[in-house]
């Protein structure tokens, strides 16, 4: 089925000769650290599976990762830009034991989809040159596939329950002002897209919090540990705050997954690598909640986002120090500080 027709205009300012742009450089190197960091956690993964879907599903994932890598070092290589350092065979012990069961590894698969799609998503409106631009839309399509498989094997498994379901309105309503209450007089019930992110937040952080026990379970640096133990219980309380609101208007909720993370206390990867993928996980949650409330209506939900909001770029810039002091952070591509240029 056609959708659009094309335009048809010469390519001379799409070759793939021209230098890469502050954007394409930025989301490619974003997207190289972040698969970089997926390689060693997928391969871990796939030390431990035992259920054979859940395996193909891993092995999906690491297959698309390492394309991914193969595909930005080429882009990297030809404009000689150094390949970032990333995350390697130092950062992820394959042979230590068992810290999640199979069925947390569907719901982290979603999780880290999820972030790549809101990489992918804001990077392709951006991108000029043919080559990256095809590398992005390849990107979302493949990842998309992906997400398919990762929700088919969530049903299919009764891993997950679907967002709530709400009645189908009678007519077209025009709101009163009473729309944005939320804490004095009449306070509506809940609208269809906050139901909507208030699931997609719980969904997230119910799988961030899982996670970020497991690491505070088997970090090795004290203060990181600390780190990872106030997000944990931030964490905790936020989710319980969202959840609340769909259980005063009677909808059910995800539920968490601490179940899911064994006891071991031996630690399957480096403090580096897991103190950068939280502090990317918690970047992440900031942009989920910058939609959340870009559809919110009720001042009482508003004022919860903020709150979350305030407490995880606390979590991130106590992150980002730690990674900074340790000497593991790399510097993104950036611009020319022309002010402290030599004389010449």
């Known amino acids: ?23 394409e450089m930025g989301k490619l190197w974003a997207t190289y650290m972040g698969n970089s960091m997926s390689k060693c956690i997928l391969s871990y993964y796939l030390q431990h ?3 054979k879907d859940i395996k193909t599903l891993l092995e999906n994932a690491l297959k698309l990762t390492l394309e991914f890598m193969n595909t930005i070092e080429g882009i990297f290589e030809k404009e000689n830009f150094p390949i970032p350092k990333g995350f390697g065979e130092e950062d992820v012990n394959l ?12 719901h982290y698969l979603k999780y880290v989809a999820k972030a790549g799609m809101s990489i ?36 299919n498994k009764g891993f997950i329950i679907k967002p709530p379901f ?8 025009i709101v009163h002002q009473d729309f944005l209450n939320g804490f004095l007089g009449h306070v509506r ?25 497991a690491f505070a379970q088997v970090v090795k640096d004290e203060k990181t540990r600390k780190l990872f133990e106030w997000g944990r219980d931030m964490t905790t309380k936020s989710v319980e705050r969202y959840m609340q609101k769909l259980h005063d208007e009677n909808l059910p909720t995800p539920s968490f997954l601490d179940d899911l993370v064994t006891t071991s206390t031996f630690s399957p990867f480096s403090d580096k690598l897991m103190l950068f993928h939280k502090m990317d996980m918690f970047s992440m949650k900031i942009r989920a909640f910058g939609n959340s409330v870009a559809v919110n209506g009720r001042h009482d939900i508003g004022l919860m986002y903020t709150k979350s909001l305030l407490k995880i770029g606390q979590f991130v810039e106590g992150a980002a120090k730690i990674y900074i002091e340790k000497g593991w ?9 022309r002010k402290n240029l030599a004389s010449s």
């Open 189 to 213: 019930s809940l609208h269809a897209l906050e139901i909507a992110h208030l699931y997609d937040n719980i969904e997230n952080n119910v799988t961030s919090k899982a996670l970020i026990m």
């Open 49 to 51: 599976v035992e259920d």
């Open 1 to 23: 089925m056609k959708t659009i027709k094309p335009i048809k205009l010469g390519s001379s300012k799409e070759e793939t000769s021209e230098p890469l742009t502050s954007a």
């Open 120 to 155: 992918y998503n804001v990077a392709i409106p951006l991108i000029i040159r043919r080559d990256v631009k095809e590398f992005f839309r390849y990107c979302m399509d493949a990842t998309m596939d992906l997400m398919e498989q990762i929700n088919e094997i969530l049903m």
């Open 95 to 106: 042979g230590a034991p068992r810290l999640f069961q199979d069925r947390y590894y569907v």
């Open 166 to 173: 709400i009645p189908v309105p009678e007519k077209v309503e």
């Open 329 to 337: 952070m790399e510097q993104p591509p950036r611009a020319v500080d």
